[in-house]
């Protein structure tokens, strides 16, 4: 494994980890809502009744931003060396596991652990811990 250091770049990183807590705290204070990026997705499948609009908006803003980012620079140059089956099958991974995790690395991540909850402790170490282990078996036993 090889970190890019050229393509560091701390205050583009600084800058996103701000908006990000910005949104989440926003979201909580006016909305009552934790921003669960699976939990919102997830009432998008079962809507109900004025809990629509602040969801569409939400995911808007998540599809939106790097559109509006884009128009004012450039972005960067994502390579994704997985194949699109791969990627299928790990998107359905992760959303099975998001599912039993009742959260996603966002929710229990960024939500949870900024409100002190232990649950969210337990799944983000689960999450980074089986993040860890696979990308060594799969770029060191497999790959």
Not at 54 to 82: C, K, M, N
Not at 115 to 128: G, K, N
Request: contains cysteine.
């Amino acid at each position: 494994m090889t970190i890019n250091w050229a393509g560091f770049t701390p205050w583009t990183s600084l800058a996103g980890g701000l908006l990000i807590g910005l949104a989440v705290a926003l979201l909580i204070l006016l909305n009552g809502r934790i921003a669960g990026i699976s939990g919102i997705l997830g009432g998008l499948l079962r809507p109900s009744k004025g809990d629509v609009f602040w969801r569409v908006a939400f995911v808007a803003g998540l599809i939106g931003a790097p559109l509006a980012y884009g128009l004012a620079a450039s972005l960067p140059t994502v390579t994704i060396e997985a194949g699109t089956p791969t990627l299928i099958i790990a998107g359905l991974l992760v959303g099975l596991g998001t599912r039993y995790g009742s959260g996603c690395t966002s929710g229990h991540g960024v939500c949870g652990l900024s409100r002190l909850s232990v649950r969210s402790l337990a799944a983000t170490i689960t999450f980074m811990a089986t993040g860890f282990v696979t990308v060594f078996v799969v770029r060191h036993l497999l790959g």
